[in-house]
């Protein structure tokens, strides 16, 4: 099946800080893709659409200044996170259509903790 | 997307079948009954879909009743491996909405 990778799988940083993380489908092209976010003992909650070519779709309540998503190439989204806080810690997840749009494939995760 | 309701928790002795049900009352007739499952720590993995008909892939089957507002995923012969979150979606668009799924522990 299609492969989805995440960079980095996990990642410790500074209050303050900005963290980018990376979204790349290795063996299709995606030129939609979709980054959620998931809190420990609760499920995944969409964040936005990521859109080759065009700018991010921000669901409501998700701050777009403070997650910025940029949709480089059909193989390649980042999320990133900017000034990160300890609440912004958490488990980031990104997903990408695969070519017969039924199904979706999934990354294995970046694990956010922000001292 | 139409809301769904899943049990928060089953439990399953290994080799045996792991029914999870899922119901759906609110569907409407274009949108798809989806599975999922997310082992811990881990992306979600795909699992099966399906319209309206039974579905059957080498890792469960999907029965949907004729009025389409319940599902039942079935694991044949349920393995240590097994024991996840499973989320059943109701999906008409695009992206995805999880709920909070059902977590099955297989027993040995």
């Known amino acids: 099946g299609a492969v989805v990778s995440q960079h980095p799988s996990w990642v410790i940083c500074k209050s303050g800080t900005s963290v980018k993380i990376e979204c790349r489908s290795l063996?299709?092209?995606?030129?939609?893709m979709f980054w959620y976010r998931q809190f420990p003992k609760q499920s995944l909650m969409l964040m936005a659409t990521?859109?080759?070519?065009?700018?991010?779709?921000?669901e409501q309540g998700v701050e777009k200044d403070k997650f910025l998503i940029n949709h480089a190439s059909l193989t390649l989204s980042t999320l990133t996170v900017t000034s990160a806080h300890p609440e912004d810690s958490s488990f980031y997840i990104c997903?990408?259509?695969?070519?017969?749009?039924?199904?979706?494939?999934f990354g294995p995760g970046t694990r956010l903790l922000v001292l | 997307d139409a809301k769904t309701t899943q049990p928060p928790s089953m439990d399953c002795a290994e080799g045996r079948a792991a029914n999870l049900p899922c119901n759906h009352s609110?569907?409407?007739?274009?949108?798809?009954v989806y599975w999922y499952r997310q082992i811990h720590s881990q992306g979600p993995q795909y699992i099966i879909h399906?319209?309206?008909n039974n579905e059957t892939n080498e890792m469960a089957s999907l029965i949907i009743t004729e009025d389409r507002k319940s599902s039942t995923l079935i694991l044949p012969h349920a393995t240590l491996r097994d024991t996840a979150v499973y989320y059943c979606?109701?999906?008409?668009?695009?992206?995805?909405?999880f709920g909070k799924g059902t977590s099955l522990l297989v027993t040995p």
């Open positions: 399906g319209l309206k």
């Open positions: 997903s990408a259509p695969g070519q017969t749009q039924e199904t979706q494939y």
């Open positions: 990521s859109n080759e070519g065009s700018k991010a779709t921000y």
């Open positions: 609110t569907i409407s007739g274009n949108e798809y």
């Open positions: 979606i109701v999906r008409g668009g695009y992206a995805l909405n």
């Open positions: 063996d299709f092209q995606a030129t939609t």
